[in-house]
């Protein structure tokens, strides 16, 4: 294997062999990639939370390091946190410390040292989980050592040396990732002439420049977003998963075939308003979007987002994605199943008219959940009350979620690997979908296809377009009667009194109905955004591969630094064992006795009591007589006993 060589013009311990790790890594991840689905519509998610985007839950192989330092009721989120904290301890003062009980919620250490006298030392720590809170505590600790250090460790293996000489290669490798992250700027400019890249940093006390925030939108990406695809925009943010925590901020579009297309994406260390801000104004320069007229963005209910779009394009239509909002009205009203497929419904709700029902149907299910519906404005997230024209009928966010769990992979790796991963997701993307949308033979895209032969379908209660009874009027008019329900139809302005063909772009059940009976075909009435050569010209171009690191040009620019770890409230206090009355979480506060007693609902009365039951009166076995028993009668001889019969 070869060693590792000095960078001079850096300064960092370089492996030769790194860059052929790196690319060898992300080819399996290319080659593991799938091209996602198209996104659907008119189906409740079986989630209302992100777990979907981001996928599986990694199981996090690394251990926040400390300084060793051990006192008397020290807590930890976890056992594996203790363990390496006594580690640390061991590693630092050098005494012989062994683990001598490791079970599933207790945890123990001594030490094997000997004094003068071959007596074995006192040190001893023992922690064990705290069944209420779920977090170890130290519940026993003999901080004073008897013995003499001789050297030896039994915690220290030759595991434990390994792992810690693969931190410190960690360490230099992280900050050489940064080191050339202007260097990666540049390539990427260079590679793709007229892409937008920015690195931000800002300098800390010590004159550094430390990493803040970083933003690429490929030129190609940006041009065929503007060419070919609906004037819509998906925003989201999603965490990272390796060491340096941050946010990914993305922006995608969507393509002829209801695929997503990403444009823009960037990372910033916290999703924040002036972090959103930051990002939306980017993304209207280099999209042109102006004050966002004729523009659709469609997000969840992030405040700094909203406040974003609000001040950089007033004028665009913001549409909330329906799943958050359930998710907000689920906290409050987690017990009422029937809510959910009446939001839902709502949403999906294509008039003013099926939008008043169902919003009525929810008031005489519970008033309590009509209000806070009301209270979230049903008009940016109800489709009756969208614009016509971008042919777009989201009411949720699934493109972006899809994209983050696409990426989830990426997400696991270090910084520039990571978005030289994303980017290489998008230049196969591409190439994938170029192939594809060239060996299809239909007018319009398979997502078309499908949700026309959909319509077909008969279900319970539903009858699909071959059922319409159809009446011809004038001028090109067409009464369509479906399900009990009569619409308008004009198959020569592309329009039904439903509102469904002017959403999307697609004919509706009634306009099918229509074409059905006259032997047109419904291809030809379908939006242009759908069309197979649209298709075709999303993916025409392509990003253009960007070279290796060792041909990346030389900024000669300042280093960018890796940006501090933040200390997460509370967390860290517990996992990096703070002393007492330092800790950046707050205490409990204890509660008083009237404070605890439970407070009486809404129809209790405030003054009455809970009616006591009555007690059995007590009668002697001796006298018969009432309120004492035998053992306290007086043992007189001469008393008569009473007959039980």
Known sequence: MAQPRRNRARGFDFDEEEAEREEHQLDQLLQEFENEPAVVHDQVPKTDDKVEEDGRELMQTHITRGDGHLYDNQTFFN???????????????????????YDKDKIGFDCLGVDGNEEPCHWQIYASILPKDKIWRVRKFIEEHTCERNGVCEMVKVPVIARRTALRWIDSEYEYQFARLRDYAAEIV??????????????????????????????????????????LIGLDGCFLKERVKGQLLVALGRDADNGIYPIVWGVVEVENNDNWQWFVKKLKVDLG????DGYIAVSDLHHGLIRAIKIELPKMEHRKCVRHIYGNLKKKHGGKTRMKSFIWKLAWSYNEAKFQVNLDKIRNYDTGVYDDVMSTSP????????????????????????????????REKPFIPMLETIARQAMARIAVRSRISHDHKGKCTPYVEKKLAKMLVDKPHKHGARKCVVTKSVKGYYESRLNGQCHTVSLENRTCSCRKWEITGIPCK???????KYGLDPLDYVCHWFRSGMWRRNYSDGLVPVRGCRFWPETNAPDVHVPPEKEKPGEEAAEEGQEPGNETK??????????????????????????????????CGVCGEANHNSRHHAKDKDAPRVSNL
């Open 379 to 410: 008009r940016s997230w109800c489709r009756a009350f969208y614009k016509l024209g971008p042919c777009c009928e989201d009411v949720e966010n699934n493109s972006t979620e899809s994209f983050n769990s696409s990426i989830n992979k990426a």
């Open 190 to 231: 260079e590679s793709n002439p007229g892409s937008s890249v920015e690195v931000e940093s800002f300098q800390n006390a010590a004159g550094e420049e430390v990493f803040h925030r970083f933003y690429v939108c490929f030129d190609v990406l940006r041009k065929t977003w503007k060419d070919s695809c609906r004037p």
């Open 289 to 292: 979007l102006e004050d966002g």
């Open 79 to 101: 056992g594996v946190a203790f363990k390496d904290r006594v580690l640390h301890y061991a590693l630092r003062t050098r005494y012989n410390i062994r683990q001598y009980r």
């Open 586 to 619: 707050k205490k409990k506060k204890r509660l008083t006795k009237a404070e605890k007693t439970r407070k009486k609902g809404v129809n209790e009365s405030l003054t009455k009591k809970q009616r006591k039951e009555k007690q059995r009166i007590m009668h």
């Open 510 to 516: 009634h306009a099918y109905g229509v074409m059905l």
